[in-house]
């Protein structure tokens, strides 16, 4: 499998740094450019032919919408993932119109990151190929996330008793960190997190970032994303 090419867009060098190190972190993607100007992105997309780009909304001279609008109306169907603070519903309505894969509401980590350009990399090989795409090929293009995931798709080393267990403690609670849901089921925390990031990966289960005192920001999980 051919590597996923990404530009990245951000006027915050210290920003762009960290979102190039956690897609160069990710298996599959290497980062082809870095623009910190709406005109720089359309300018490296036109030069770098990149396959994902990772796209602020606020830039100096135009706003990440405006920079996908201008590649929707050049005709380039370049992938483009959303990652920026603004939550304006009108601003998400517009970046889903324009075709963005994603939308990513800093501030994020690694994880938030990594499982949404693992589903870019799913459908971008999907039709990859030559040949006429099976239906899995399909679903992966379409998002196959939004469909009932049976059981027996669990990852594996993951048990749908586990799963539906984990599931129930934070439909119960409302909201949970990997540690609280470890000790409500009782499993270790470093299993309880790989539930939860399946289910967050699968759409169900939504992720915030909690900022206390020293050391990492904690991950708190809540139902219903």
Avoid: W
Wanted: overall charge negative; proline content about 4%.
């Amino acid at each position: 499998m051919s590597d996923v090419n990404v530009l990245v867009v951000d006027d915050d060098f210290m920003v762009a740094r960290i979102h190039t190190q956690f897609v160069e972190r990710t298996p599959g993607f290497v980062v082809v450019g870095v623009a910190s100007t709406g005109q720089a992105a359309l300018d490296d997309v036109a030069r770098l032919r990149p396959d994902l780009v990772l796209l602020d909304v606020h830039l100096p001279d135009m706003t990440g919408i405006d920079v996908l609008r201008r590649l929707r109306a050049g005709g380039d169907d370049v992938g483009v993932l959303v990652v920026t603070a603004a939550r304006e519903a009108d601003t998400v309505r517009a970046a889903a119109s324009g075709g963005a894969v994603h939308y990513l509401v800093k501030p994020f980590d690694y994880d938030d990151l990594r499982v949404r350009l693992e589903s870019f990399r799913a459908a971008h090989q999907a039709l990859a190929g030559t040949g006429a795409p099976a239906q899995h090929d399909i679903d992966a293009v379409f998002g196959a996330a939004t469909v009932a995931v049976p059981a027996a798709s669990l990852p594996k080393g993951l048990s749908p008793e586990t799963a539906d267990a984990v599931e129930a403690a934070l439909r119960d609670a409302g909201e949970l960190s990997a540690a609280e849901c470890a000790d409500v089921v009782g499993i270790s925390r470093v299993s309880a997190r790989r539930y939860l990031e399946h289910f967050v990966a699968r759409g169900s289960v939504t992720v915030r970032l909690q900022y206390g005192g020293a050391g990492r920001p904690e991950r708190r999980y809540r139902s219903g994303g």
